[in-house]
């Protein structure tokens, strides 16, 4: 069966450090994986996607998400985090028969980035 | 374009009221999607639609109804509203093909109350 974990509810980082938020999936087959971020009262926004190819996915604002078959993982990054990142962030998995092009969240992660 | 637009955004139900939840898409999307969003618990799918005409139940359909009688519409009917159906509903939709990747573009969420 199909899911996505994300292991860490909170993720606090100082301005201009790294970022990384954390993403785990289990997929039967070759997986179709997401991130979304969510702002304050507002629907979710894509950020990036991997289907296939490079393993290093780069999407809106900066970030990049990086696929690893082998740890199932697909943890999303940024190099230099901003104040206006903070966020709601979510990965997704699609399921479901072909072409349906259902998706599976997580449970979401919250970055908070420290002026 | 609009993009994916929802209404009412707020609303207030007593148990056993009944209401429909409007969603509108105008990029002639194929595939339209309803999600329910519960604090802590991420997007669970509640049904989808892959074309006019045709929808399907995703994971938690019990006590909601949808139709898809346009390509553009797809609203949410709640018949005999209940204190577990609070929650934030969202709405989507994506391009039909057959890749199956493409992101879903949500709408900005309707919060439901049943008191």
């Known amino acids: 069966a199909q899911s996505v974990a994300q292991p860490e509810d909170q993720v606090n980082v100082a301005e201009g450090n790294p970022l990384t938020v954390k993403c785990t999936y289990s997929?039967?087959?070759?997986?179709?994986l997401f991130w979304y971020v969510q702002y304050p009262n507002r629907g979710l926004q894509f950020l990036l996607k991997?289907?296939?190819?490079?393993?290093l996915v780069k999407g809106s604002y900066g970030f990049e998400a990086e696929f690893n078959k082998s740890q199932t993982s697909f943890h999303l990054k940024k190099p230099s985090a901003l104040v206006s990142d903070s966020a709601l962030y979510f990965c997704?998995?699609?399921?479901?028969?072909?072409?349906?092009?259902?998706?599976?969240f997580g449970t979401g992660t919250r970055l908070t980035v420290i002026p | 374009n609009a993009g994916v637009t929802q209404t009412p955004k707020f609303r207030i139900l007593k148990i056993g009221q009944s209401m429909t939840l409007q969603c509108t898409q105008d990029m002639n999307h194929n595939y339209m999607y309803w999600y329910r969003q519960d604090p802590g618990m991420g997007l669970k799918l509640i049904y989808y639609?892959?074309?006019?005409?045709?929808?399907d139940k995703g994971e938690v359909p019990n006590g909601y109804n949808v139709s898809r009688s346009t390509t553009e519409d797809f609203p949410l009917r709640l018949e005999l509203a209940a204190p577990s159906q609070t929650s934030v509903y969202f709405c989507?939709?994506?391009?039909?093909?057959?890749?199956?990747?493409?992101?879903?573009?949500f709408g900005p969420g309707t919060r439901l109350t049943v008191l």
């Open positions: 997929v039967s087959g070759n997986p179709y």
């Open positions: 989507a939709s994506s391009y039909s093909g057959t890749s199956g990747g493409n992101e879903q573009f």
């Open positions: 997704a998995v699609r399921f479901g028969r072909t072409g349906a092009n259902n998706l599976f």
């Open positions: 991997y289907i296939t190819g490079d393993n």
């Open positions: 639609s892959v074309g006019a005409g045709i929808t």
